[in-house]
């Protein structure tokens, strides 16, 4: 079912070209300092605007509909919503007719034989991280002291990515990116060992953010080629502190005192202007196609905060 | 909570060093053929004794307690339980006074507060596995004509890795790997594009599986360096084929009807002989330590199986 | 958790005096058409207006915010809201220093350490039901041809209850209600043996509508004073119809073929003008009050629309 | 799905004529000291042997395979089974053939394609509910120091009911009876307004005890004869406490702080030696059946404890 968590659960609503978009957030205690205000930095890192991202620009407003009154959290759902305002009408017939490479309009009109809203992707979407970041907000403020900070660590592979990012938009491309995201102030007994380990909860929703190919913890696939002496970690202090945090955080599936520590890789845009190929479905010929209109030459740039916020709702799942 | 599963809904019970372990799984459908000697053939393959695993044997003899009648499932609850009867009793207060490194020891005595049982790794043990690999059996059963399959891709990093896995058990050490599971006659269609996506799924239950480090799906991380134009995919047939299978068999979460292709790494056994060092809890000194007893050299070698079950358990989820 | 339902399943948002009550709904098949209007119906027949209930009236207009497109279904999640026009602001925080008899206003007002919203009832207001009534009518599309509807039994105890609901209406007072719902065409099979039996789920959900104090399935009560040949019921025909349905249309939890049929007792609204005794808890005195404002006199009047609605959501929730 | 819970979660398994009966139960904390004996008490109310109850014994022997180290649980999941040890095995065929009056023999195996367990009820058999008062022990541990039990009310209609009861044993023939629950030491504020209210979850696990068909609560049915004026209630002290306890304890689905009550009404046991009447599936005539076998005259005597236990273990649901 389309919902995440056991004790705070969210689920997102809406489609990229109707009314709204939202979330729906249930198990947050009553009593939290919560405003539409509160939620607008980290809104404004997902917004688009910087080098690589998609001119259309959206407002992004949010309004709590429900759950709070006089500025706390009251214990009830709540329910954020995001009004669409700078949608453009196209003709999306063409997208069920030949179907975008790396997208997942083949995938999703043959599920919902057809009735699928196809207009900007519809429910699947990017637009709805909206609520994932709307609902991370508060998660961080649930899991306070923890502190949870997700960055890019390379961009086509690269650390330094200015020019690899210039070219790519020049030439109608896009570029893939490695984010890393650290948690801090970790208590330690977070995680069930089996099936909620900790891995398992962040893993479940990370894979929910659109464009992800992987995800590591600790020293991850490194780790697939070492040797235990080389992977083992001492542990030095009586709190569980370890030499160099090889487990990112998590032993058995479960916080060890240590940060938090995984990385995720996503995958270039898969709207690019350069031609592609893909059949066309009526007449069964592979054609060449080119996307046309406004898109991220760079998804991962604006990403960081979505994961960020979907670590916070997973570990504020079992904070809880 | 300790369960996986909506649909078809397994739980895990059981310590390493207890009565025994087992499997309760919920939602299976009535009319399957199902009989104890069906689970022979992959809980064999989890089995010790190759070279690099330990020498410790079980009998791993399954009893399928409730849910079938006749041969066939009965819809009810099926519960499948496994003796423990190679148990050799040792001091494992000794663990809890100096946990050992890359284990479970620390956060699980902390997170339970010292009530766990230690012995063997107790409900934390790899020997919980074998309900995975028991109910994988059903869930494959459930998901034909799909076939899951996995295998070995690296050990230590090495493609053929005999020598080093010699090396590694003579100096008391050990290697992780590479495991890569393959999904064939994927329908199009499963998964749901937030919050359960095959990926969200996959990646849930594989990340119970102990010494998992990372996951990735179809390019993966390399994805992170690719640009669109090399890592997007044409789309060459009617029936969704691509040219490539960069997305591993998934767009927008949802399978696409391509192969299922994802990776796993696992880390190297935390367990060796080498002499290591952790905290000893009550002096508060960091001491060396040397871990005595029956280990694998490489649990990898045993994992395909474990990770082929829980791949089959996810898809039957998404299935039914 | 706030949500009912594992495969057909709402959550309910939003405050009586807040912007917006609504309902999100998961799990509606793609395909099937579903427009506003197809709400007013059963959205009218919950309104007020007839003799016995308040004379404040809501426009209830429903917007389907997500979850359609080109008048069906499209199998994401589908969120409706209704506005909250018609609230008269006043002194709330009287309820909370003198908490009115019947009502929720203590049990509220101390779950959540007083940061519920406590203006009209907040979450827990009857408004609520809105959403329960609009989930409804997707519910009864899902599960047709299963027909439910509910009807008034008896008001006060008695079946031509106008002289006194006059004469309740006259005295300031209130009345409670039997309502009878019955569902025919049920197929054989639906409900599980432990622990999601048709009456578990029923009742589950029914026991959410504000006011409800008992349930009872086919004889009901009257089977605790009968004998087993007085209450038993012979099978009569090859798909399971019996002579007399003592049983409701239930058996062991799961539905026999014949009509569904159990009642439900709703109390008389709490609020009446008569004057009440309740504790000022600031005082610790109990003083004399009377609940001014506009009541209704017999809720029980607008909730048979409420109960087929959920009767329906809980038999979606088996047939999916 | 056939569990229960969400915090505290149980799934029965087993068949009445299998290996075993049994409980999974997940989230009970570490820490709770727990043994065997501690079952017995329970497990002896609810045995039969007494008047009116059955002849057959069994031994109704707890072994906990799981989840407790040293006399405390681990936090680890609980797994209890039962042996059974006192089978009779005839001819089940002949119940698929002429299903039996009352009992779930036509819907289940209508269900279930006839691939269910048809020996002693199978899976459906009030065997089952061992898993049940087995569990509702540790809840009960869980609760403290909030405390419930559960009382025969009436047998057959009447308050003494000895003369019934040994009339009913001469004819063959069996008894309903009426049961109350009650809860003392009952903290303000469990339970949740939409949908788990303390009703709503009490009546969802009241209704998997078999021959279970109403249950209504504090005035509960009466009140639907009721005028707010009779009914309401009240409160006469600082914590919540009202004069009468009209709505058992309950406000708004969450709990008042006064003593939560509730009554149940159980069906008189199906099977009777009395003729009766069902149909022959082969033939399609209607025959005369007499039940033969060693069967309870009055279940009821036999179901507080059940009560007792369900209506912990919901309670200890809401209250982790």
Not at 175 to 189: A, F, S
Request: net charge neutral; with cysteine; hydrophobic share 35%.
């Amino acid at each position: 079912m389309n919902s995440f968590g056991h004790k705070f659960k969210i689920s997102l609503f809406g489609e990229s070209h109707g009314n709204m978009v939202g979330v729906v957030i249930d198990g947050t205690p009553a009593g939290i300092p919560l405003k539409e205000e509160d939620l607008l930095p980290d809104l404004q890192r997902r917004r688009s605007g910087a080098k690589g991202t998609t001119p259309r620009k959206e407002d992004d407003t949010p309004v709590i509909q429900s759950g709070i009154y006089n500025g706390f959290t009251t214990g009830a759902l709540i329910c954020i919503s995001f009004l669409n305002n700078n949608t453009i009408s196209k003709d999306y017939k063409s997208l069920e007719q030949t179907p975008r490479p790396g997208h997942a309009d083949f995938a999703v009109s043959s599920k919902y034989n057809h009735f699928n809203d196809p207009r900007g992707g519809g429910h699947t979407s990017g637009r709805l991280t909206l609520g994932i970041v709307a609902a991370g907000v508060i998660a961080k403020k649930i899991i306070s002291p923890i502190n949870i900070s997700a960055n890019i660590l390379s961009i086509g592979g690269a650390n330094p990515w200015e020019d690899l990012l210039d070219k790519a938009i020049q030439e109608g491309d896009s570029l893939g990116g490695l984010i890393e995201c650290k948690g801090t102030n970790m208590p330690v007994g977070l995680g069930e060992p089996f099936f909620n380990s900790i891995e398992s909860l962040i893993s479940h929703i990370i894979f929910s953010v659109p464009a992800t190919k992987g995800i590591e913890f600790g020293d991850g696939f490194r780790a697939a080629s070492m040797k235990g002496s080389e992977h083992n970690d001492p542990i030095i202090s009586k709190d569980g502190k370890t030499a160099k945090n090889s487990n990112g955080g998590i032993n058995g599936g479960i916080s060890n005192g240590n940060d938090l520590i995984f990385r995720v890789a996503i995958k270039p845009t898969s709207s690019i202007s350069k031609p592609q190929q893909s059949i066309n479905l009526q007449t069964g010929n592979v054609e060449e196609m080119k996307i046309a209109g406004r898109h991220d030459s760079c998804i991962a740039l604006r990403i960081p905060v979505i994961i960020e916020a979907a670590a916070a709702i997973a570990i504020a799942d079992l904070t809880l």
